[in-house]
């Protein structure tokens, strides 16, 4: 029934940009939560950016705020994840997410499907 699909990863040097996006499925879209996660190299998988379609909210990581962006067209059912100033470490392989029922903050125990995932790799 939901699907997800990220695009737009690739190699970029240090303070480049790039933007990723998430094509989703209409019962995938209209979750409480929809959100980007990231898993550098030999680390933990974290989440990075998240919306509440519930409560109009959004929110990030410390490591990302100021340089990240989320946003969703509703017209084209797509998120995205815009990336500026890029650093060495954020390379990972970034994942989009939906939590079909969340609350206001969106506990990353309540996403129940997830993109494939796409690498970025930032280059110095």
């Known amino acids: 029934q939901a699907h997800l699909m990220e695009s737009g990863g690739g190699s970029v040097p240090a303070g480049g940009s790039l933007r990723l996006s998430c094509s989703a499925s209409?019962?995938?879209?209209?979750?409480?939560?929809l959100a980007w996660f990231r898993q550098p190299p030999g680390k933990e998988r974290e989440r990075v950016a998240r919306i509440s379609t519930r409560f109009g909210t959004t929110g990030y990581v410390d490591a990302v705020q100021g340089r990240f962006t989320i946003s969703r067209d509703n017209a084209k059912s797509t998120f995205y994840l815009d990336m500026n100033n890029l650093k060495s470490e954020d390379t990972a392989i970034y994942y989009c997410a939906a939590a079909t029922r969340s609350r206001v903050y969106c506990p990353t125990a309540d996403f129940n499907y997830w993109g494939q995932g796409t690498q970025v790799t930032v280059s110095s």
């Open positions: 209409q019962t995938a879209y209209i979750s409480d939560c």
